[in-house]
């Protein structure tokens, strides 16, 4: 049996077990520092009951297994929730419905949005997988929720660009949609304090954020990522115009981390230009998640 329980604070879990011993083992979590209470319907009661082995094998909690549950949360981010995972080595991410722009000035609410953006990524970096592309997702949880590799991020933001559009065309004088005579990679300092500015190789270096080979292997990972997107997304029918990338290191590499989704690319329609990305939430376009979704859809169509 399958079932999707709830903690109280809403994070989900998963469990493919019988119910009742599903029980004994939240009640075993009840003793740990950082255990949980479930919810399902109602609080369950707490009971001290030891289970066998025979019976821990029982539970099946998807990318738990063995392992305590630990929901601690570790950091909320505009879009994004990061729980502690099941290891050291693990993180769990949730996506929010939250759509922020300019630096959290913009701020709605977006049911549905965590879930579209949750899937558009993951099928993303399934696809890169399987093209070479180590990326930090482990494992889907649910729509919304992902375990993921505890990589330490490189706090800087890679952006890529085979168009012009955005703050690109703003800050150069460059009309968005201009094709451009070869791909741009731009680093932003990850800082929301800052506004995430604008930062060169050897400011880079020079306050240590990260080494020359380390931005080597970034700029090589990024014209990859870029041509095997631009690749997948032709054969949905939508333009990559430019995208934001963010790495961490993880045993000794460099791997692919955060999201790949219309939050964080430009997406235009091949034929009509029609924007199917954030700029809808930022230009107040509407038809937000109708865009999302036609994005995923889209994507589905040629997986
Ligand atoms: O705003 P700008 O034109 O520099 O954005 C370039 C690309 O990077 C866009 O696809 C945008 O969605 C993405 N981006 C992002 N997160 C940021 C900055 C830019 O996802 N903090």
């Given at each position: 049996m399958s079932t999707v329980y709830k903690?109280?604070?809403?994070?989900?879990?998963?469990a493919s077990c019988d119910e009742h011993l599903f029980q004994f083992?939240?009640?075993?979590?009840?003793?740990?520092?950082?255990?949980?209470e479930i919810m399902k319907g109602k609080q369950l009661m707490p009971r001290v009951v030891g289970l066998n082995e025979k019976e821990l094998e029982t539970l099946d909690i998807l990318s738990m297994r063995g392992n305590k549950i630990m929901s601690d949360i570790l950091y909320e981010g505009k879009s994004k929730i990061i729980y502690r995972g099941p290891n050291n080595e693990s993180l769990i991410i949730r996506y929010k419905d939250t759509a922020t722009a300019f630096n959290g000035e913009k701020k709605a609410e977006l049911s549905g949005k965590g879930k579209l953006n949750a899937a558009i990524s993951s099928l993303i970096y399934g696809y890169l997988a399987e093209h070479g592309v180590e990326t930090h997702l482990i494992e889907v949880i649910d729509d919304a929720t992902a375990l993921v590799k505890k990589a330490e991020i490189v706090m800087i933001e890679v952006i890529v660009r085979n168009v012009a559009a955005g703050s690109f065309s703003k800050k150069y004088g460059v009309p968005e949609g201009t094709a451009l005579k070869n791909t741009v990679i731009e680093f932003?300092?990850?800082s929301d304090e800052l506004?995430?500015?604008?930062i060169n190789e050897s400011q880079i270096t020079a306050i240590g954020l990260a080494t020359e080979e380390e931005l080597k292997e970034m700029t090589r990972q990024a014209f990859r990522i870029n041509e095997l997107l631009c690749a997948l997304f032709a054969k949905t029918g939508i333009r990559l115009i430019d995208f934001k990338l963010e790495f961490g290191r993880y045993d000794g590499k460099l791997i692919l981390c955060d999201e790949i989704s219309p939050d964080s690319c430009?997406?235009?329609?091949?034929?009509?230009?029609k924007k199917l990305d954030k700029d809808r939430?930022?230009?107040d376009l509407g038809d937000v998640l109708d865009s999302y979704q036609d994005?995923?859809?889209r994507l589905q169509n040629v997986r």
């Open positions: 903690s109280v604070d809403g994070y989900p879990l998963k083992r939240l009640t075993a979590w009840q003793h740990e520092p950082h255990s949980i932003s300092l990850k506004g995430d500015p604008m430009r997406l235009w329609d091949i034929d009509t230009d939430f930022r230009r994005v995923l859809r």
